[in-house]
C-alpha cells in the first residue's frame, strides 16, 4: 500500500513537471515571435520621414574629384542623398536634410581625417535645418555615411535635438565597405525608447544601382506605399 502511495505521488509530480514545462515553452515561443515581429515589421500606416545628412553636397563640382557623390539623370547627387530620395520614393516619406554650419573639407582623404578628429574630440556640429513637427511622424529614416568606423557627429546632433519616444527609428548607410560598424548599437544606446531597426546600407560603388535592393527592402518590411 505504501509502494502504490509512493507511485502515485511520483506519477502526480511528473505529470506537475510535464505541464510547467509546455506553459513554460508556449510563453517563450510567444515571447520569440513578439521580438521577431517588433524587429522584423513595422507599421505601414504610419507618416514617414527620410532625414539624411550627405556630404559633399551637390554642389556642381566634378562628380569623378570625390567617392560620395553620384550623376543621375542628369543631377549631381551625394551618395547619401541618393539613397535617401530612393527609400522616400518607396514609403511616401518626407524627404529633409540635415545641415550644419560647419564646412567640411571635400578630398576623401583630409575628409576623413577631419571626421576622425572631431569624432576624438566629442564634437557636436551645430545644426541649421529644424523639424517643426517631428512629433507627426510615426517612422523616421535617418541616413548617414560611414565616417571613421561611425555616424558622423552632426548626427550624433540630431539624435540630441528631438524625441524619439515610441518612434520605429531605422538608420540606413553608404559606405566604402565598413557597413554600419557600431552605428546601429550606438543609437540603440541613445534612443532606448525607440524601436530600432537596421536599414539599408548600400556600398558607394553599388549606389547607382541601389534601388533594387532599397525597393526589396521596404518591401519586406511593410513599408511600400
Known sequence: MKKQI??????????MLLTSYVCMGKEDSKQTVNEQKSVTEVESTGKVLVAYFTWPEADGVDASSG?????????????????ARLIAKETKGDLFAIQ????YPTPHKALIDEAKREAEAGERPKITSHIQNMED????????PNWWYDMPMVIYSFFDEYDFKGKTVIPFVT????????????????????NVIEGPSVSGRNVPSAEKSIKN?????????
Open 67 to 83: 567617392a560620395s557623390r553620384i550623376i543621375s539623370d542628369g543631377k549631381l547627387y551625394g551618395n547619401t542623398e541618393y539613397v
Open 100 to 103: 550644419t554650419e560647419k564646412k
Open 137 to 144: 511622424y510615426d517612422v523616421v529614416f535617418v541616413g548617414y
Open 6 to 15: 509512493l507511485l502515485i505521488e511520483a506519477i502526480w509530480l511528473l505529470f
Open 175 to 194: 559606405h566604402g565597405g565598413s557597413r554600419f560598424s557600431e552605428s546601429v548599437e550606438t543609437i540603440k544606446n541613445l534612443e532606448k525608447e525607440a
Open 217 to 225: 527592402w521596404i518591401e519586406k518590411h511593410g513599408l511600400k506605399k
